[in-house]
């Protein structure tokens, strides 16, 4: 092979890897054919295959159990096709305290799951109307909140304030992350303020709750929807039903601290099942158009 033949050929397969890193789209891994090909609900213990439970949205064909759903999944089932634009935001290694493996574990995270942190931000359109999105992840450190997850919901809602647009942010976490201490903390007083901009300036925020939303995320940004959604069963609350039974010393209600609960005592609006998400979800912002 000539030396121009292998030149171009080498800029070609740049391309490739180039088009292969780009941010600014939404990538779902694929499955390799005949692996993992049946699901056990962990609900009602039958057995599906993994098509039927992804044709339901991860959602359990018999009973309606919902299986923990990936940001990417749930964007490309909520979006216009190819609407949305993902928000690229680098940071340096975070380590506050220099937690022992804390960072070869987030890059673990990262090869795997191929986001950044436990957030997904962008815009994108839902039935042609234009919203700014965030999902959260909760197979990344459970969705825990610190520095970096802080900082990109901020500038989410930062972005929706500037540009006049809705904010949805789906809330699935298990509190602030303890390997960057109160740094992490500091995150609900820092989204609460930006969120509190936001509406001040009119601007319209929905919290769409799934399981489980606790810790700090509950009593920051998760909490403050101007409407506030939730999926079936999610848990929701600051603190686990267990560990308010033991500091009380009683016995809590059934079905405590469980979406259910939450809207027949008026803390969520709506319990939505993620069949009826971006029906529901189209619906509020046609209602909110601001146009």
């Known amino acids: 092979m000539s030396d ?8 070609t397969e740049r391309r490739r890897y180039l088009k292969r890193q780009r941010t600014d789209r939404i990538v779902i891994p694929k499955v390799t054919p005949g692996s993992e090909l049946f699901v056990d609900c962990p609900n009602c213990k039958m057995t599906y295959t993994r098509g039927q439970v992804r044709e339901a949205l991860y959602v359990c064909p018999g009973c309606g159990y919902h299986y923990p759903m990936a940001p990417e999944k749930r964007i490309v089932s909520l979006v216009d096709e ?16 220099q937690f022992e493996g804390y960072l070869e574990k987030k890059e673990a995270l990262r090869e795997k799951t191929r986001q950044s942190e436990a957030v997904l931000t962008g815009v994108g359109k839902i039935d042609g109307r234009k919203a700014v999105i965030a999902v959260m992840n909760s197979k990344f450190l459970m969705g825990s909140m610190g520095i970096e997850l802080g900082e990109m919901v901020t500038q989410a809602i930062e972005y929706a ?10 809330t699935a976490s298990g509190g602030a992350r303890m390997q960057e201490g109160i740094m992490s903390l500091m995150q609900m007083a820092k989204t609460s303020a930006a969120l509190e901009r936001f509406k001040s300036k009119g601007g319209m925020y929905i919290a769409y709750m ?4 606790t810790g700090g995320v509950s009593a920051s940004f ?3 929807g101007d409407i506030t959604l939730a999926e079936p069963k999610a848990l929701i609350g600051f603190a686990g039903p267990r560990v ?3 500091t009380i010393g009683q016995k809590l209600p059934e079905g405590f601290q469980r979406a259910e609960y939450l809207e027949e005592h008026g803390f969520v609006d709506q319990v939505v099942p993620r069949s ?6 189209s619906q509020l912002l046609m209602l909110h158009n601001r146009k």
């Open 222 to 224: 998760a909490g403050l």
């Open 276 to 281: 009826e998400m971006r029906k529901v979800l």
């Open 210 to 213: 799934t399981h489980p939303t």
């Open 244 to 246: 308010i039974e033991q």
């Open 161 to 170: 304030e500037r540009n006049k647009l809705p904010l949805i942010i789906f």
């Open 4 to 11: 121009f033949l292998k030149k171009q050929k080498g800029k």
């Open 82 to 97: 190819g609407s949305f634009k993902v928000f690229k935001k680098k940071f340096p290694a975070i380590d506050p305290l």
